[in-house]
């Protein structure tokens, strides 16, 4: 599986950006979607994840209430909605895929695919 990050960019405190992810390759059936951030001289941390059906979704505490994550299996896509953002969100942010059966949906290690990371930055 590979996944293609997209959609990061500048934007002031207060505003909107909508990440993408692309996946391609073998299907991913089943696969649980995540995101993950890193910030500069920070570890990456967990952002989202969503389960394969979309019914259930786990959050950071950090940006509960402020971003949403979805996808489109359809479309071998991931999406993460990101609103009120805030200068300390500013991270390079990376979709990651985990194959069943998975452990603990916010550690890294769960997720075996990575995309490359797409800049996200917010003006203060």
């Known amino acids: 599986v590979q996944l293609q990050a997209s959609g990061g960019g500048l934007v002031q405190a207060g505003g909107s950006l909508r990440l993408s992810c692309a996946a391609s390759g073998r299907a991913f059936t089943g696969f649980l979607l995540g995101w993950f951030r890193q910030a500069p001289g920070k570890e990456r941390e967990f952002v989202a994840a969503?389960?394969?059906?979309?019914?259930?979704?786990y959050y950071a505490d950090s940006v509960k209430g402020r971003f949403t994550i979805s996808r489109d299996n359809a479309k071998k896509m991931v999406y993460l909605q990101m609103n009120s953002l805030k200068p300390e969100d500013t991270a390079l942010y990376y979709c990651a895929a985990a194959p069943p059966p998975y452990g603990l949906w916010s550690k890294s290690t769960t997720y075996r695919y990575w995309g490359q990371g797409t800049q996200v930055t917010v003006s203060s």
């Open positions: 969503i389960s394969w059906s979309g019914g259930s979704r």
